[in-house]
């Protein structure tokens, strides 16, 4: 069964730091891997799906990257902001009708 | 453009009682999942519809959940008889194309508190 697992937990910065969010998996035959964002009481929003074929993404100040036979992904957050606190998910797709959550890092960004 | 909606937002069900959860997906999509999120937890596949035809069920917990989506369109996912483990966020998604090999959009959730 795969296992995504999401560290650290908890990660509480102060505004204007570069920060780096880990995802492992221990299945590397993917389809592919989303980050989300999900703000409390909210729903999920897609912040960047990376590929199996591809190695990385860009989406204004976050970049995505994919390394599947190391079976790890990160998530580099430029510059943060108070507006960028949420928990961020990622998830691999397996086969076709499964995806796969960790648990998620719990990002803080202080004033 | 509207996203996808679910109904009701929060359910609070007495142990025993059965309770039907909406989803709404994005007008034409045509694969639509549905995930369970216990607190603290990422959302756990439960259910997996291509237009009406559910094609993988295997994350039901029990026979208990029941999950149907007659037209192709709006999604209830049922649970009867609710248990105190049944509490948690049911999250709804639906993709425009088949399979979840792509961009799967989120409902904001039902939170179901059985007591």
């Known amino acids: 069964k795969q296992e995504v697992t999401q560290i650290p937990a908890a990660l509480s910065v102060p505004e204007g730091e570069n920060l780096v969010l880990n995802c492992s998996f221990t299945?590397?035959?993917?389809?592919?891997l989303q980050w989300f964002r999900q703000d409390p009481g909210k729903g999920l929003t897609s912040l960047l799906l990376?590929?199996?074929?591809?190695r990385e993404q860009t989406s204004g100040r976050l970049n995505a990257s994919l390394d599947k036979s190391s079976g790890r992904s990160t998530l580099y957050i430029a510059a943060s902001q108070p507006g960028d606190s949420a928990t961020y998910l990622c998830?691999?797709?397996?086969?076709?009708?499964?995806?796969?959550f960790g648990a998620g890092t719990r990002l803080t960004v202080k004033p | 453009g509207a996203g996808v909606s679910q109904s009701p937002r929060y359910k609070v069900a007495k142990r025993g009682q059965d309770v039907a959860l909406r989803c709404d997906p994005i007008?034409?999509?045509?694969?639509l999942f549905w995930y369970q999120q216990a607190l603290g937890q990422g959302p756990e596949f439960l259910t997996y519809?291509?237009?009406?035809?559910?094609?993988?069920k295997s994350g039901l917990p029990s026979d208990r959940f029941f999950a149907e989506r007659p037209e192709g369109s709006v999604s209830t996912l049922k649970i009867q008889r609710t248990q105190q483990e049944d509490s948690a966020v049911y999250l709804c998604?639906?993709?425009?194309?088949?399979?979840?090999?792509?961009?799967?959009?989120f409902g904001p959730g039902t939170r179901l508190t059985v007591t």
């Open positions: 998604a639906s993709s425009p194309y088949l399979g979840d090999s792509y961009e799967q959009y």
């Open positions: 299945d590397s035959a993917i389809y592919n």
């Open positions: 990376i590929q199996s074929s591809q």
């Open positions: 998830a691999t797709t397996y086969n076709n009708n499964d995806m796969r």
């Open positions: 007008s034409g999509h045509v694969s």
């Open positions: 519809f291509q237009n009406e035809a559910q094609l993988d």
